[in-house]
């Protein structure tokens, strides 16, 4: 049995994928109402979901996972506990719960539609099959790739955060087409489409991303104009610092 503790997106997406019977808890009572309807088992309480589960996913809040851990933490022998908690280390978990199998996991918000990419690593306790459990549960929503956990925060800052970046950057197009005289309903059309074609163009070329640059940039077209402005104006720079200030953040926290 698996337990989702936190009915939560991310909670919910995952569910999403599992083909096996699976249990899940949450705080807020509203959030497990409004799951009612999905044919979604809902435990008593999270110690009742400790209970019945062999693999505990901790689909919470970091700043509840402490909580959520000492209030689990009788009910957890021999069992996985797989959290995908921003920031949290697995020693962190061990340091609470014991001599406990633990694997640290950072999906992203596409899993909610199958398209995620989750990175993997192991606690100190966990082996090679616990990874294959974390990997089979994941790979039901999307891609998934074995990380170290040292690069965890840098990849929650790339992966976890990047579908952030591209809808910030989808908008100021549209906003952009807008301020060039596009109705607003063209601009948002434009810009979503460009984008979304764009990224099924990387599927299909084995190309890098410097020659799709390229492809779509011809020597003194408009393309190279606007390219022009983004190294001017030092875009690459600000990409590295913005990715740099995300990473940094859950070191400043710990």
């Known amino acids: 049995m698996i337990g989702i503790i936190g009915a939560g997106n991310m909670g919910m997406a995952i569910a999403s994928g599992l083909r096996e ?27 009742d979901l400790a209970r019945q589960s062999n693999v505990i996913i901790l689909a919470v809040k970091p700043q509840d996972i402490e909580k959520v851990l000492k209030e689990i933490k009788p009910h957890v022998k021999e069992k996985l506990i797989i959290s995908i908690a921003a920031g949290i280390k697995t020693s962190s978990i061990e340091k609470v719960l014991g001599k406990v199998t633990v694997i640290r996991v950072m999906p992203n918000m596409p899993a909610m539609v199958g398209k995620g990419i989750s990175a993997i690593s ?73 984008f979304i074609g764009a990224a099924e163009v990387v599927k299909s070329k084995a190309l890098s991303m410097e020659e799709l640059v390229k492809k779509v940039a011809s020597k003194g077209g408009t393309t190279e104009a606007a390219l022009k402005v983004f190294e001017e104006e030092k875009l690459e720079a600000i990409v590295k610092r913005a990715v740099k200030n995300a990473t940094m953040r859950w070191k400043k926290r710990r």
Do not use: C, H
Request: aromatic share 8%; proline share 1%; hydrophobic share 45%.
């Open 21 to 47: 019977r699976f249990l899940v808890s949450d705080q807020d009572a509203s959030k497990l109402k409004a799951i009612k309807n999905r044919k979604v088992s809902i435990a008593r309480s999270n110690i």
């Open 122 to 194: 192991r606690g100190r306790f966990a082996g090679l099959s616990d990874f294959r459990t974390a990997s089979r549960i994941f790979s039901n929503v999307g891609e998934v790739i074995e990380a170290k956990e040292n690069m965890m925060d840098a990849i929650t800052a790339v992966s976890g955060s990047g579908p952030a970046y591209y809808f910030l950057f989808t908008y100021l197009l549209q906003k952009a087409a807008e301020a060039s005289g596009l109705k607003k309903d063209i601009a948002v059309k434009l810009a979503r489409a460009a």
